[in-house]
């Protein structure tokens, strides 16, 4: 029989891969090398670092993260082995993307009267910058890897710092033509426009940390939203204290997000062993209803909140610091995240009985139903 060794935090661990095999559970944080040794496949999130340390003289012949980020995993190592490997791309972009849209709410930023700056247009920063064309807004995009046929509103990075929110979506990368590890230092950070806010969700050090704790002591106009940090779990308490909005690393952690990253490495795994297989399919059908006033984009914003809102995460990360275990708690609520659902599982209804065309189109791109109660109010040309 397979003998699949995995991280204890992967949703639908069981239900997904106990039909291919038998499953053991490990902390992805903690696994040694002996507790993978015996095994097959070694599926992981993105906390385990994976490569000859953790693998030589294994018998695994396949590793799978459930994840979009593949900084933890030495692929090239995995290669000179002959480990196939697979990861989860696009799994959790929507997640990050509404909590873009959802921190702003927090920050009670407008954001459909900003001009925004996006660095890394891949699945998340690609479907973000959609999204923001769609609505109409400004937006200029940072990603050396990409052409004028792949993006029309291409920049220099100085540019992309200048607009009024700036969104961090680059992976991780330490070497080749265009490493990003601090890539935003001291003097990309002294670009940012006054008053503008610097959102990253990529990876901690994709930012220098160190730089941007003085920079933000020196410029109190910006507002910095930080979802991932340098050394995590165990991250600078100081610059925690500082941020805007400081969330553990919980911008993909949607539900949908998730159970997508189970439901990706469970297919290539499948494929790699030769089997057909439908896989258990997800249990997410519900629809709940948000009561809320759509009188205005204004009221839009508010109602993000009250599907998602960051401000709970923040304060709970802000709670661990206090308790001294900053790194174990990072961690514990990383664990214990409670089930978010994207915006697809909501319906907008509630007071008021007239929504302005402008707020129904807003909501639409969004991904929000606007609940049958509301009449689309047709505005007076
Ligand atoms: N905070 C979270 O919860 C969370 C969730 C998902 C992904 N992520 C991170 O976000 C990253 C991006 O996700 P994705 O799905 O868009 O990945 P992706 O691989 O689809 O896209 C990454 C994009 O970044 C570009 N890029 C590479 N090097 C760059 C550089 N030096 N400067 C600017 N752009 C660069 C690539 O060309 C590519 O277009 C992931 O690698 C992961 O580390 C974080
Ligand atoms: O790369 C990703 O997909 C995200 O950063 C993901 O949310 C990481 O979650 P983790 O594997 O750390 O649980």
Redesign the pocket.
């Known amino acids: 029989m397979l003998n699949i060794v995995a991280d204890e935090n992967i949703p639908g661990l069981e239900t997904w891969f106990a039909p291919l095999g038998r499953v053991t559970r490990v902390n992805g944080r903690t696994v040694t090398p002996g507790q993978v040794r015996d095994a097959d496949v070694l599926l992981v999130r993105s906390v385990t670092p994976v490569g000859a340390d953790l693998l030589e003289g294994s018998a695994v012949r396949f590793v799978g993260t459930c994840t979009?980020?593949?900084?933890h995993v030495d692929i090239d190592w995995l290669q000179r082995a002959g480990i196939a490997f697979s990861a989860a791309?696009?799994c959790?972009?929507r997640s990050?993307m509404e909590y873009v849209f959802c921190a702003l709410a927090a920050l009670d930023v407008p954001w459909w009267d900003k001009s925004f700056g996006i660095?890394?247009?891949?699945?998340?920063?690609?479907r973000l910058y959609r999204t923001l064309r769609a609505l109409g807004l400004e937006c200029v995009v940072?990603?050396?890897?990409?052409g004028p046929e792949d993006c029309a509103d291409l920049a220099p990075l100085e540019q992309v710092l200048q607009q009024q929110v700036v969104c961090l979506?680059?992976?991780?990368?330490r070497g080749g033509l265009?490493?990003?590890l601090h890539?935003i230092g001291e003097r990309e950070l002294a670009m940012l426009g006054h008053g503008s806010v610097l959102l990253n969700?990529?990876?901690g050090g994709v930012v220098d940390n160190h730089a941007l704790s003085d920079f933000i002591s020196a410029r109190p106009d910006i507002e910095v939203v930080l979802?991932?940090w340098e050394g995590e779990p165990s991250i600078d308490p100081g610059l925690l204290a500082k941020v805007s909005l400081g969330t553990p690393?919980?911008?993909?952690?949607s539900y949908d997000g998730k159970l997508a990253g189970t439901e990706l490495i469970y297919h290539a795994l499948a494929d790699y062993l030769g089997q057909s297989a439908s896989g258990p399919g997800n249990d997410i059908q519900d629809k709940t209803v948000i009561d809320c006033d759509l009188g205005s984009l204004k009221g839009l914003s508010g109602a993000l909140l009250q599907i998602y809102d960051p401000r709970r995460d923040d304060e709970a990360l802000r709670h661990v610091a206090l308790g001294g275990d900053l790194g174990g708690g990072f961690d514990r609520l990383r664990r214990e995240y409670p089930r978010r659902l994207e915006f697809n599982h909501f319906r907008l209804s509630g007071h008021g009985s007239v929504v302005p065309r402008e707020v129904a189109r807003v909501a639409d791109v969004l991904g929000l139903e606007v609940g049958a109660a509301f009449a689309v109010k047709q505005e007076r040309k």
Do not use: E, F, K
Request: with cysteine; proline share 10%; glycine share 20%.
């Open positions: 979009i980020g593949t900084d791309p696009g959790n972009a990050v660095v890394g247009c891949g699945n998340v920063g690609g940072y990603d050396p890897w990409l979506h680059a992976p991780l990368v265009h490493p990003s890539m969700a990529g990876r979802d991932v690393h919980i911008a993909g952690y």
